[in-house]
């Protein structure tokens, strides 16, 4: 019932000769920076298999965040194959942790495994230091998008840049785990008193949204969201770990 376990799949994996890679980066879909005991893995692939993406969400530079090993930043998560409002936010774009524009999706994404129209990486840089990746999701008006993380000397530092001629209005959603305690102050949002998030913005608001830990299991998390207009070029945003 349900997955299997993180030892039964390695297990498994023994068994076909596959083992696990001593690179971070080998497989640079997902690629993963670690920092101050933060720990954080980034969305770099497109719809996977490109012939059949009928489990993809529409999550292209989505990121998690983990502290000691303690989920912080999350995926919304699946509740199920139905046509749904569940089903629909579980794979829309602002269900993680991504920039929109206008709340639309970054691809199409058609009833319940069909997907549409698809983003495109245009970029992907990946070191021991950062993460940039570049899409066209939003090319249908005028703008493309790039976002780096980089380490910095107590977390992470993550930079969204917006290229375009024509002014729209976006949003940037950060999803956390049901179990963090958030306090909220001016630009800056504390988290289990341990960690520390500032915002460029001082335009934001916290609301709660849908979790799903697992298949027909709902709960509520706190989702902060960031408003701002493209003509700002980039906005930032630091992780860091409060020394």
């Not at 179990?179 to 609301?207: A, V």
Request: proline residues 3%; charged residues 25%; aromatic residues 12%.
């Amino acid at each position: 019932e349900g997955c299997p376990t993180l030892k039964e799949l390695n297990d498994y994996a023994k068994l076909l000769r596959i083992y696990k890679s001593e690179s971070k980066h080998k497989n640079n879909h997902y690629p993963i920076l670690e920092n101050n005991n933060l720990k954080l893995m980034m969305y770099c692939a497109e719809h996977q298999p490109s012939y059949n993406p009928a489990h993809s969400h529409d999550d292209l530079t989505s990121f998690l965040i983990w502290y000691n090993e303690k989920p912080i930043l999350i995926d919304t998560g699946n509740f199920c194959y139905d046509k749904t409002a569940e089903r629909d936010y579980s794979r829309s774009t602002k269900a993680h942790n991504c920039f929109t524009i206008n709340e639309e999706n970054q691809s199409e994404m058609w009833k319940v495994f069909r997907i549409g129209r698809r983003s495109k990486i245009l970029q992907k840089n990946i070191s021991d230091n950062s993460i940039n990746c570049s899409h066209n999701g939003y090319k249908r008006f005028g703008i493309n998008y790039s976002r780096t993380i980089e380490t910095i000397d107590s977390g992470f530092e993550i930079i969204d840049k917006f290229f375009s001629k024509n002014n729209k209005s976006y949003k940037i959603y950060f999803h956390f785990h049901p179990e963090t305690n958030l306090k909220k102050t001016e630009n800056t949002l504390e988290i289990n008193d341990t960690i520390r998030i500032k915002f460029q913005s001082n335009n934001w608001n916290m609301i709660e949204t849908d979790y799903y830990p697992e298949m027909f299991q709902k709960a509520k998390k706190k989702t902060i969201i960031i408003n701002g207009e493209i003509n700002e070029k980039l906005h930032s945003t630091i992780i860091e770990v409060i020394k």
